[in-house]
């Protein structure tokens, strides 16, 4: 990396060589246009011919394709020399700092050699100076100016560090609270350890992203040459012209075919990596650039087949055991009504976590690229299988503690451990959360530490800066209110001593109706602070806007939870009131702003331009899902005059049909927020015309289907030629994750201007 980058200029043949024009069915053009840059202009050659406006439309079709691949590659080329150019910026700084610092290795390996080298000037005193330059080929000479050129060297590095400063990455909750009262004149460049470690890590990632840009970019040439290449062959086959040896001589020369400079300076990358990031380990270093896709196993599928399977015959034995025992029946109400809440917590994330791994299938059969938008590490995301894994694991240990519980209860027989009974669930879910914090490399280690991650940045959530898995963990979290307040009776039941009572005494504890409330506006509040941060960081007043939606919703919890609580016509009223006012405005944010559909200039009507779904009643049939399922969230309004045993059957369903309706809000958003793949937009006449010359008869619907479905494959490799799809509120996301670098470079003129 240390090497000038240069010679990626790309190169075009003039015009092809020159025969007969006969035996010519094309002839190209190279035109200039926008100072360097060319255009390729195909002359169809035999226009007096039958259906010859057919082929003259088609090879103009592929000149604009042409023209326009060209064109994104040079641009990505481009961005490539200046990436190269600013991370060899970075390479000067970190050798200067490890100067500084005193953690070069060469400096380890020479340093006896530097010791002997003083020892012999001190002893040898003016008279080795002067033959220097009396014999400069002798042996001593040519070290003691090794010596001098490297500490010249070394000094012109260190002056690297005189224009350089240390990029203040705002990470923690103290860096923020501390870059809010700290000037920026104020950074200077500290030379601790500490400061080495998190820039060579960063530099690490710099260096992982900027391989992985170079691979995806040459990739893109191979693939899209191998397109042009079977479309010309295809042309040749169905026409019987000649015409692919003298077209793809220009596709071969233009920037697109140019890819050996990309190639070399993958080389470089890879060599500089090895050598200063991986300890000179090749393997080691060439896994962390391109690491492996997690390989699907059958186990996994045969795992989770077997545990769907038990945990059918749980929830059959489960039914079973309650209509044997009659506890749905008064005199087992008591007892049904304290151990479902307990138990239902599982049952919402187990429910959720289905809904997840239906999410990733669909994301993954349209195409959308959900662990590049949520960041995760190429090789560990879970995908649809694995996540299914884990819910009828979980649905399983949930259910075993259940039918358990029911057992020890119901027999009188294991009266005497009674207390033990009692104690069933918190043992699950002190389990679950024991293999949640798990530091062993078991049960997808790095995805739980990631959720780990993501959920204490939620919490702290005002204090870091945002980044998309944060706010879509706590979007599901506004989904799990009700699972929340379950988890709250686990305080009321085990830390306020209420085993026997339970729920019939809770709400008589100040705690724990304090808790109640608190509870279940904390996801509403913190994604509210997230939008906050987000107005004032990105400056975009749709994020306040979106904060006030949260803000409602708070307001109505609140009013419902009093309601709960308190009784009386007032409250009810109000309740009505809050809960109708957020019901409306959430359900126009999700329908106009997160799925950006009822577009009224749209040509899809009602709808939007770009349709992942082909199926447009599909977007219909969402939409008027998602205003009845906010409306079932009313009917918590009219349930609270019913049966205790069925005002919380109605609870519980009302809230497992908000977890469907946020699984089907995250396939529509990410629909939206996916940077899909560039597709080229052929319009043509649906009608199919002949194509009449004197060797064949086919239909331009044959000869542009195949054209339409060779040039589809040009789009195969994921996240190269993106649109970003980003209408309203939605992140900016690129090809490529951008990663801070930990040097920036600054002159002093700057500064005594400033």
Known sequence: MNRTLSGLNCQSSSNHSNKDIEDQV??????????????????????????????????????????KVSDFYKDKVEEVIDGASQLNKQMEARVALRIKVGKQD?????????????????????????????????????????????????????????????????????????????????????????????????????????????????????????????????????????????????????????????????ERVETTFIKNFSNSNHTEGMKSLRPKRRREKHRVTFVSGFFSGCTVMLLVAIVLRIEYQKLLKKEGMQYMQSIFPLYSVFLYIVLHMLVYA????????????????????????????????????????????????????????TQEF???????????????LLILVCPFNILYRSSRFFFIRCLFRCILAPLYPMTFPDYFLADQLTSQMQALRSSVLYVCYYGLGEYSRRQNKCHK???????YFVIAIVPYWLR???????????????????????????????????FELKGGVTWMVFALISSTVAMIVN???????????????????????????????VYIVAMVLD???????????????????????????????????????????YDLENPRLFVFNLHFNKQKRELKCPYYKVTLHLVLGHFIELLNKICTINLLRLENEHLNNVGKYGAFRSVPLPFSYYDENDDKDD
């Open 106 to 266: 060469f400096e380890r390996s020479n340093s006896n050699r530097s010791h002997q080298q003083e020892r012999t000037q001190q002893s040898s005193g003016a008279s080795k100076h002067v033959s220097v330059y009396a014999n400069s080929g002798s042996s001593g000479s040519r070290e003691e100016v090794k010596v001098n050129n490297n500490q010249n060297q070394d000094q012109d590095r260190l002056e690297v560090l005189e224009h350089v400063k240390i990029n203040s990455t705002i990470q923690s909750p103290i860096s923020t609270i501390k870059g809010t009262f700290r000037h920026s004149k104020d950074d200077e460049l500290s030379f601790g350890k500490e400061d080495m470690r998190k820039a060579e890590e960063q530099l690490k990632v710099a260096f992982i992203e900027f391989y992985h840009k170079l691979y995806l970019l040459k990739q893109y040439s191979f693939v899209n040459l191998s397109a042009f290449s079977k479309i010309m062959k295809k042309y040749e086959k169905i026409t019987s012209r000649r015409a692919y040896k003298l077209y793809m001589e220009i596709v071969d020369n233009s920037c697109l075919g140019n890819s050996d400079e990309i190639i070399e300076l993958l």
């Open 587 to 617: 359900a126009y944010w999700d329908i106009v702003f997160d799925w950006g559909l009822l577009r009224r200039h749209s040509k899809n009507i009602y709808l939007r331009d770009r349709l992942l779904v082909s199926h447009k009643s």
């Open 26 to 67: 094309i002839d190209i053009n190279t035109l200039p246009r926008d100072g360097s840059r060319r255009i390729f202009e195909t002359n169809f050659l035999r226009k007096s011919e039958e259906g010859a406006e057919i082929e003259v439309t088609f090879f103009r079709k592929l000149d604009e394709e042409l023209n």
């Open 627 to 669: 205003i009845v399922l906010r409306l079932a969230w009313m009917q918590l309004m009219l349930a609270f005059n019913l049966h205790t045993v069925h005002k919380l059957s109605i609870t519980t369903t009302v809230f497992c049909l908000e977890i469907i309706r946020r699984g089907i809000w995250n396939f529509f958003r």
């Open 418 to 432: 009674k207390k033990v009974t009692e104690l069933v669930p918190l043992g699950l879910v002190t389990l679950v």
């Open 528 to 562: 509210f602070l997230q939008c906050l941060r987000r107005l004032f960081e990105d400056k975009d007043a749709m994020h306040g806007y979106n904060g006030l939606t949260y803000l409602s919703t708070i307001v109505a919890v609140l009013v419902r939870t009093a």
């Open 358 to 413: 239906a999410n990733i299938y669909f994301w993954r059969r349209y195409r959308i690229n959900n662990p590049f938008i949520f960041g995760f590490k190429r090789g560990t995301e879970l995908g649809y299988r694995e996540v299914f894994l884990l819910s009828t694991g979980l649905a399983v240990l949930a259910l075993s503690g259940f039918l358990a519980n029911l057992h020890l209860d119901m027999n009188s027989s």
């Open 509 to 515: 504890h100040g705690v724990y109706n304090t808790l």
